[in-house]
Structure formats: structure tokens, C-alpha cells
């Protein structure tokens, strides 16, 4: 259960993190650049296309999904950073069309740290990965000045029943299935400037697993799938397009945590928000005349524990949108999902906003 650290332990536990913490795109795909590429026919998914995880063909019939995530906390209570964490790595899994499987932890923390707080940390990853229905089975851990959290998560999916992040198709439309701004709504309340419910709706949608909106989109025509995380929903969808698509988002049509908007208006921003904007114009993405600073700023809003973001076709989309509705509504968690746009043959854009 959550557990309230002191005022100094707070202080020191969360002064800006999460994916917001990640490397820009721009600089880390410069580093990736010179790395030597695999030639294993196996590996099914590398780095090449920034996929969410590598895959790995074990037999014709299996293959094993691996990936890792981890970073400062981005909340000051240690539970629900460890959920929020924990969440946030096995999602690679589901982007894939995987099953987690196994998890390991991934823990650097201060020699002279409160135990308590790393073993609230502990317990509240672990909640996740069983949620999941994953085996939390070890870890590592260093120790270091700061505080950091996360998971190395093993899955299965079968060759042929993988998704990919770089296969959509023109006239899909686009799916997200978490709303937009958690970065904006957490930097607010470090300074003590969010509205009522922004905050508390923010961490509600980075503690929820993407584990049945994943199996939900299992039952359709699929084409292409990513997360949405650290470098943005314009960022990813760069990544979803490539070279060879463009795409037309709707803002009218955005899922976002309530008072973001607002909030961006005022300037509640971060610098990994910045970095993801300048990567976006550079590859392409255009604002048609109106749309407001504040709705522009969320697309660039490194969300931490975000949604999914799937290209298939508007029937199967409208019906996968209903049919998550209808399951959280049920379940007492109405996180908003919506169709967001639609991607189209090449444009002198890659991604157009309205």
C-alpha cells in the first residue's frame, strides 16, 4: 500500500523524472547510428526501426520478446513509483503483441538511503508484475546518488503474431488508448500549481497496465503498434511513419488529462517536452492555422506509463474504441481512448496537425 515518506525524503525521492528523464531522440539516435547492426536472421526486431523491444525467433511457432526500462521517480509516493515504473517496462511486452513473462529489477539506490523506502519501491513493482500475471524472479542493484527504478521483462509472441511499430498502412486510422499531459500534470504539482484531479488522473493512467487494451486489440486487424513514452506522441508517431507515410491528427479529438491544456498555457513544460518538439519539426511535423500552444505542447509531453498507439482500419478502430470503453466503464477506470487521426500515402508533411 501507498506509503507517505517524510518531507526531507520527499525532497530528496522526486525532483523531476520518469520518462522525461529518457535521452532526446535526436542525440540518441546520432549514438545508435555507430553501432554495428546484428546479422542474426533469428533477431526479428533490432534497434533499426526504434522499436519497443527486441524479438528473438526461438522456434517457427515462438519467440521470445526482451526489453528494459528504468528511471528516477516520477511521483513522491515510493508504492506508487514502483507501480508506475513496473507498469511503464512491461508495456514494451504488449507493444509487441507479447506476454510478459518474466521480470527482473533493475535498482540503483544511495548506500545510506531508507530501506523503507526502497522496500515500498520493491513491493510496488511487484504488484504490477503479478498483475500482469508475469514472475517477478530477481534482479540488480547498485548503489548511487540517486534513486532509480525499473524492470528487464522477458515475453513470448508468436513470428507471425507480432506487431510492429513501422507497418501501418494509408487509411488507417489511429488509436490512443491513454490520455496525454502526465509530464505536464507532474511537473504542475511539483510546484504546487495543478488543478484539482489533474494529478491524482495523471498517476491513474500511469499505474494502469496496458494489458487488456492489448488483448482487446488482439481480436482485430492490426497493423502497426508502439507505446506512447518519453519521446512524445509526435515523436513515436515520427517513428510509426517513417519515410514512407504521413499522417493527419485531429486535436479535437485528443484524449488528455483534465487541466493540461491549461497548464501548458502557463508554461508548465519540461526540457524533455522541448527536445521532442525541435526532433518532430525537423522530421517533418506542420501546425495548420489555430491550433492553440497549449494543444500543441501536449503532443510533445514525454508521457511516462502512456498509452498504446495502433494503426488499423476506422471500422475495426471505432469498434476497439467501444469495446475498451465499455471494459473500463465496467471496471470503474473510464480513462478516455480515442481515434486521433488517420495516416495517409507520403505528403510533403509526415505528420499534419489540425
Not at 523531476?16 to 542474426?40: E, F, I, M, N, Q
Not at 527486441?54 to 521517480?73: I, K
Not at 530501506?115 to 508475469?134: D, H, T
Amino acid at each position: 500500500m501507498p506509503t507517505e515518506p517524510s518531507a526531507a525524503a520527499s525532497q530528496l525521492f522526486c525532483t523531476g523524472g520518469g520518462c522525461t528523464s529518457k535521452l532526446g531522440p535526436r542525440a540518441l539516435a546520432r549514438v545508435l547510428s555507430k553501432l554495428p547492426r546484428p546479422t542474426d536472421p533469428d533477431l526479428l526486431v533490432g534497434f533499426d526501426s526504434a522499436d519497443d523491444a527486441a524479438v528473438l525467433r526461438l522456434t517457427d511457432d515462438l519467440a521470445l520478446v526482451h526489453t528494459l526500462d528504468f528511471f528516477p521517480p516520477v511521483v513522491e509516493d515510493p508504492y506508487t513509483f514502483g507501480q508506475i515504473a513496473a507498469t511503464n517496462a512491461l508495456s514494451d511486452v504488449w507493444a509487441m503483441g507479447g506476454v510478459p513473462r518474466t521480470a527482473l529489477n533493475i535498482v540503483a539506490f544511495p548506500e545510506d538511503g531508507d530501506l523503507n523506502l526502497l522496500g515500498a519501491i520493491l513491493a510496488g513493482g511487484a504488484e504490477r508484475v503479478a498483475a500482469a500475471g508475469a514472475s517477478l524472479a530477481g534482479g540488480h542493484s547498485i548503489t548511487d546518488d540517486g534513486i532509480k527504478y525499473g524492470l528487464s521483462v522477458s515475453g513470448t509472441v508468436h513470428p507471425d503474431r507480432l506487431w510492429r511499430n513501422d507497418t501501418p498502412l494509408p487509411g488507417d486510422a489511429l488509436v490512443l488508448t491513454k490520455p496525454l499531459g502526465v509530464g505536464i500534470a507532474c511537473a504542475a504539482h511539483r510546484m504546487d500549481a495543478a488543478p484539482a484531479g489533474s494529478f491524482e488522473a495523471a498517476v491513474a493512467s500511469m499505474v494502469e497496465l496496458n494489458l487488456r487494451a492489448a488483448a482487446l486489440l488482439h481480436e482485430r486487424d492490426v497493423h502497426a503498434v508502439t507505446d506512447v513514452t518519453g519521446f512524445g506522441l509526435a515523436g513515436h508517431l515520427v517513428e510509426m511513419l517513417g519515410s514512407a507515410y504521413s499522417a493527419t491528427l485531429d486535436t479535437l479529438t485528443l484524449p488528455l488529462v483534465p487541466g493540461v491544456r491549461r497548464l501548458a498555457e502557463e508554461f508548465y513544460l519540461t526540457a524533455a517536452a522541448q527536445r521532442n518538439r525541435t526532433f518532430a519539426e525537423d522530421n517533418g511535423l506542420v501546425f495548420a492555422p489555430g491550433v492553440p500552444f497549449g494543444v500543441q505542447e501536449v503532443l510533445f509531453d514525454a508521457q511516462t506509463s502512456g498509452g498504446l498507439l495502433a494503426a488499423l482500419p476506422r471500422a475495426e478502430a471505432d469498434a476497439y474504441v467501444a469495446a475498451l470503453a465499455a471494459e473500463r466503464r465496467a471496471a470503474g477506470a473510464p480513462l478516455p481512448a480515442a481515434v486521433i487521426g488517420v495516416v495517409t500515402d507520403r505528403a510533403p508533411h509526415t505528420i499534419l496537425v489540425r
